[in-house]
């Protein structure tokens, strides 16, 4: 075994970060605890977020004059639980021309103002 040959004293500090020259307890701490909780926070954070980045900008779509069918077919993709969920089952023939009735509508509504 790997571990019988090793002391005591190391065994234990195997998982401690080793940081030299530190006599401040404020500074050890900082180093030690709080920055390598602070980066997992921040790298936790955007993967959080950075994940429904796609589906967020694909709303735009929808009040955008600018938007594309690609956009919608991503919304229509992660809902598509919920749209089969309430049986409002249509094929993709149907949500396409149902979307270019919403873009018509929508750029009616905006060009009468």
């Known amino acids: 075994m790997r571990y019988q040959s090793l002391f005591r004293g190391q065994i234990s500090d195997s998982y401690r970060l080793n940081v030299d020259d530190i006599t ?3 500074s050890y701490y900082r180093i030690t605890i709080f920055l390598p909780f602070l980066d ?3 790298t936790e954070i955007q993967n959080r977020f950075l994940v429904h980045r796609d589906i967020l900008s694909s709303f735009s779509c929808l009040v955008s004059g600018s ?3 690609n956009d919608f077919d991503i919304l229509i993709k ?3 639980d919920d749209l089969l969920e309430n049986g409002a ?3 993709t023939e149907q ?3 149902e ?3 919403w873009k ?3 750029s009616e509504f905006t060009g009468s103002k």
Do not use: C, K, S, W
Request: proline share 4%; hydrophobic share 45%; aromatic share 16%.
């Open 89 to 91: 089952f249509m094929t």
């Open 104 to 106: 018509r509508q929508t």
């Open 24 to 26: 401040d307890p404020e």
């Open 99 to 101: 979307y270019l009735l």
């Open 78 to 80: 992660f809902y598509e």
């Open 67 to 69: 938007g594309n069918i």
């Open 40 to 42: 997992a926070m921040i």
């Open 95 to 97: 949500v396409h021309a």
